[in-house]
């Protein structure tokens, strides 16, 4: 298959595919599902063919298009256009079948893991975010109307979304309510035939508007008259672009009109748009489904799936920085070796010679290896509950229970540590770094806006401590401490792991009292103190995840280092997953005691502290 598309510009992506399958195979052994319902169509090679193709087609079709993405989008006569290279690699997308991997056979799909829809995804996303977030949001508003839609509607909808001809949307946003989503004023009236009209303005829409499919199908929060105040009042409508016919044609404009779209700090070839439902009165929409009311419990399985989704996103920028890094600091030489820092005329050595260059390339290896393993590991529960399916209850929710509690730390690590990553890879390239010749300073943009959409950072850390803990009567949690205990006592005499286990005991000691710690807050009704230290708490169970995941992994390239001789380009890979993991073990995981201390202290600066003593202006 030829991946040549018309304006392409270098390409600067890099993935580590022998880390892809170490992940699959080794870590989370994803054979043992592969071939067996319902992944029976699914084997080891097909896997090894789909990432070989699909890191094929992010070098070669979307890797080019990164940089030209930078320049944005633009409005013409009304509608927007896309970078130059977009609309060819949206037909290539499709024609690869890359973006139908995880749908249902029935819906044209195939069926696979997700675990490995999730190493998919780093990759076509790493490669070019922005351009990956129109595909990404029409494969969660799909799924949304396949799960919630009334008679005819998946039908309807879900074929011409999932073989891109039509794109996706989800509305929430509007100017007055960001985060709090019950004060939208987006207001829905049925009409005889059953059909509701539409009238509102919602804000930073991703993908709202572009010129890559001949339709999108915006999923709108809506208030219909009448309706309780708050987000119990709230309904979700399936609203095209342009109205649909009988047989299922895009037809004339539905009254959906594009304001304008955002100047960004990043991701700028996605298009983030201002859209106006019923400026004419003409805007007709469908209720999702056949009972009112349930749009904030419809609308939650998409902005579950984004969150992950944008936990890919963060792994897949922080990675493709963290790869520049390393071939950075491989080929450029500056300054002589520490050891012979005080001769002048010692030879010249590459930058990845010194210490504190090697620190920080280890740093962000055990880190984004270590995010990647907790990606893994939600998608490996889901790829269990869904192999399970009612065959054992009470395992199938063990599963979903886990995914559930991993999400936000998925969606508010993965974020937060990508930015974070990014400005390490720029430290990694000196000044080089800060200029647009190497892509470093584009992820970093691109990266920022992780932490924020999609449910800010400070909210999927009130959602970790204000529902996550106490789910299922705190099931949830006692399960992944348990499993996380047993790791602990099967590890904690390894010959070469037991310093770093121990670090991890005490981390979860940490996690565990913490949790007791809010617990005890909730039941004396001190609210207050909830949300000054959530978000620490939210990085705290990531670090405690992260480093035991990262252990787990070293533990088994340790066994499998010794069947490998030291020549062979996989005992190094080995070998480094050792010191990464012992890296997280010492410089990272004391931060869990650490920071548990500092919330158990419950200081309430934050909150004594008068408005005015902020500033003297």
Same mark, same amino acid.
């Given at each position: 298959?030829?991946?040549?598309?018309?304006?392409?510009?270098?390409?600067?992506?890099?993935?580590?595919?022998?880390?892809?399958?170490?992940?699959?195979?080794?870590?989370?052994?994803?054979?043992?599902?592969?071939?067996?319902?319902?992944?029976?169509?699914?084997?080891?090679?097909?896997?090894?063919?789909?990432?070989?193709?699909?890191?094929?087609?992010?070098?070669?079709?979307?890797?080019?298009?990164?940089?030209?993405?930078?320049?944005?989008?633009?409005?013409?006569?009304?509608?927007?256009?896309?970078?130059?290279?977009?609309?060819?690699?949206?037909?290539?997308?499709?024609?690869?079948?890359?973006?139908?991997?995880?749908?249902?056979? !029935?819906? #044209?799909?195939? /069926?696979?893991?997700?675990? +490995? &829809?999730?190493?998919?995804? %780093?990759?076509?996303? $790493?490669?070019?975010?922005?351009?990956?977030?129109?595909?990404?949001?029409?494969?969660?508003?799909?799924?949304?109307?396949?799960?919630?839609?009334?008679?005819?509607?998946?039908?309807?909808?879900?074929?011409?979304?999932?073989?891109?001809?039509?794109?996706?949307?989800?509305?929430?946003?509007?100017?007055?309510?960001?985060?709090?989503?019950?004060?939208?004023?987006?207001?829905?009236?049925?009409?005889?035939?059953?059909?509701?009209?539409?009238?509102?303005?919602?804000?930073?829409?991703?993908?709202?508007?572009?010129?890559?499919?001949?339709?999108?199908?915006?999923?709108?929060?809506?208030?219909?008259?009448?309706?309780?105040?708050?987000?119990?009042?709230?309904?979700?409508?399936?609203?095209?672009?342009?109205?649909?016919? !009988?047989? #299922?044609?895009? /037809?004339?404009?539905?009254? +959906? &009109?594009?304001?304008?779209? %955002?100047?960004?700090? $990043?991701?700028?070839?996605?298009?983030?748009?201002?859209?106006?439902?019923?400026?004419?009165?003409?805007?007709?929409?469908?209720?999702?489904?056949?009972?009112?009311?349930?749009?904030?419990?419809?609308?939650?399985?998409?902005?579950?799936?984004?969150?992950?989704?944008?936990?890919?996103?963060?792994?897949?920028?922080?990675?493709?920085?963290?790869?520049?890094?390393?071939?950075?600091?491989?080929?450029?030489?500056?300054?002589?070796?520490?050891?012979?820092?005080?001769?002048?005329?010692?030879?010249?050595?590459?930058?990845?010679?010194?210490?504190?260059?090697?620190?920080?390339?280890?740093?962000?290896?055990?880190?984004?290896?270590?995010?990647?393993?907790?990606?893994?590991?939600?998608?490996?529960?889901?790829?269990?509950?869904?192999?399970?399916?009612?065959?054992?209850?009470?395992?199938?929710?063990?599963?979903?229970?886990?995914?559930?509690?991993?999400?936000?730390?998925?969606?508010?690590?993965?974020?937060?540590?990508?930015?974070?990553?990014?400005?390490?890879?720029?430290?990694?390239?000196?000044?080089?770094?800060?200029?647009?010749?190497?892509?470093?300073?584009?992820?970093?943009?691109?990266?920022?806006?992780?932490?924020?959409?999609?449910?800010?950072?400070?909210?999927?850390?009130?959602?970790?401590?204000?529902?996550?803990?106490?789910?299922?009567?705190?099931?949830?949690?006692?399960?992944?401490?348990?499993?996380?205990?047993?790791?602990?006592?099967?590890?904690?005499?390894?010959?070469?792991?037991?310093?770093?286990?121990?670090?991890?005991?005490?981390?979860?000691?940490?996690?565990?009292?913490?949790?007791?710690?809010?617990?005890?807050?909730?039941?004396?009704?001190?609210?207050?103190?909830?949300?000054?230290?959530?978000?620490?708490?939210?990085?705290?169970?990531?670090?405690?995840?992260?480093?035991?995941?990262?252990?787990?992994?070293?533990?088994?390239?340790?066994?499998?280092?010794?069947?490998?001789?030291?020549?062979?380009?996989?005992?190094?890979?080995?070998?480094?997953?050792?010191?990464?993991?012992?890296?997280?073990?010492?410089?990272?995981?004391?931060?869990?005691?650490?920071?548990?201390?500092?919330?158990?202290?419950?200081?309430?600066?934050?909150?004594?502290?008068?408005?005015?003593?902020?500033?003297?202006?």
């Amino acid at each position: 298959m030829c991946w040549v598309v018309a304006h392409a510009n270098i390409n600067r992506y890099k993935a580590d595919l022998r880390e892809t399958r170490f992940v699959l195979f080794e870590q989370f052994r994803a054979g043992e599902l592969l071939g067996k319902p319902p992944f029976e169509n699914w084997g080891v090679d097909e896997v090894n063919m789909v990432l070989d193709e699909v890191y094929r087609y992010a070098t070669e079709v979307s890797g080019p298009l990164n940089g030209i993405s930078d320049e944005g989008c633009r409005i013409v006569d009304g509608t927007v256009t896309t970078p130059p290279g977009f609309k060819e690699a949206w037909k290539k997308l499709y024609e690869s079948g890359f973006k139908s991997l995880s749908i249902e056979p !029935e819906f #044209g799909g195939q /069926g696979a893991l997700a675990t +490995v &829809t999730a190493m998919v995804t %780093e990759m076509t996303s $790493g490669s070019c975010t922005a351009f990956d977030m129109y595909p990404g949001l029409t494969i969660g508003a799909a799924e949304l109307i396949a799960s919630f839609g009334g008679p005819g509607q998946a039908e309807r909808y879900c074929p011409k979304m999932h073989d891109g001809t039509w794109s996706g949307t989800m509305c929430i946003t509007e100017p007055h309510a960001g985060s709090d989503v019950g004060d939208s004023k987006t207001t829905a009236k049925q009409n005889d035939d059953g059909t509701y009209s539409i009238k509102g303005t919602k804000i930073f829409i991703s993908g709202g508007d572009h010129d890559l499919t001949e339709n999108i199908v915006h999923m709108v929060l809506a208030r219909i008259e009448g309706a309780p105040i708050g987000t119990k009042g709230l309904s979700l409508f399936i609203v095209p672009k342009r109205r649909i016919d !009988e047989e #299922g044609n895009s /037809g004339d404009s539905n009254d +959906v &009109t594009t304001l304008g779209i %955002e100047h960004k700090m $990043g991701i700028n070839g996605s298009a983030t748009a201002q859209l106006s439902f019923g400026e004419n009165d003409g805007c007709i929409g469908e209720l999702c489904g056949t009972e009112p009311h349930r749009g904030m419990r419809q609308m939650f399985q998409m902005m579950n799936f984004a969150r992950i989704g944008v936990g890919i996103q963060g792994l897949a920028i922080a990675s493709a920085a963290y790869l520049s890094a390393v071939e950075y600091a491989k080929e450029r030489k500056q300054g002589a070796s520490v050891t012979n820092w005080k001769d002048p005329a010692a030879p010249r050595v590459p930058i990845i010679q010194h210490p504190n260059v090697r620190r920080m390339l280890l740093d962000m290896k055990a880190r984004v290896e270590g995010i990647r393993a907790l990606i893994v590991k939600g998608a490996w529960h889901r790829d269990h509950a869904v192999a399970i399916g009612d065959s054992d209850e009470k395992l199938r929710q063990y599963h979903e229970g886990q995914l559930e509690l991993m999400t936000p730390l998925i969606k508010a690590y993965s974020s937060d540590q990508a930015f974070s990553i990014c400005e390490t890879a720029i430290q990694v390239h000196g000044g080089v770094g800060y200029t647009a010749d190497f892509p470093v300073e584009q992820y970093c943009r691109d990266s920022k806006i992780f932490s924020i959409y999609e449910g800010t950072n400070g909210i999927q850390a009130l959602d970790l401590v204000g529902r996550k803990l106490g789910q299922a009567g705190g099931a949830n949690m006692q399960a992944f401490l348990g499993d996380v205990q047993k790791f602990i006592d099967e590890t904690k005499d390894h010959a070469d792991l037991g310093p770093a286990v121990a670090k991890l005991a005490a981390a979860h000691a940490a996690v565990a009292s913490t949790a007791m710690t809010f617990l005890t807050w909730f039941q004396e009704g001190k609210m207050d103190r909830v949300p000054l230290a959530a978000n620490r708490f939210l990085d705290m169970m990531s670090e405690f995840t992260v480093g035991w995941l990262l252990l787990d992994g070293a533990k088994i390239s340790i066994e499998k280092q010794k069947s490998v001789d030291k020549k062979d380009a996989d005992w190094a890979f080995y070998e480094g997953k050792k010191h990464a993991a012992c890296f997280f073990a010492s410089h990272v995981l004391p931060n869990v005691p650490s920071s548990a201390s500092v919330i158990a202290d419950a200081n309430s600066s934050a909150l004594e502290i008068p408005e005015a003593a902020f500033t003297t202006v």
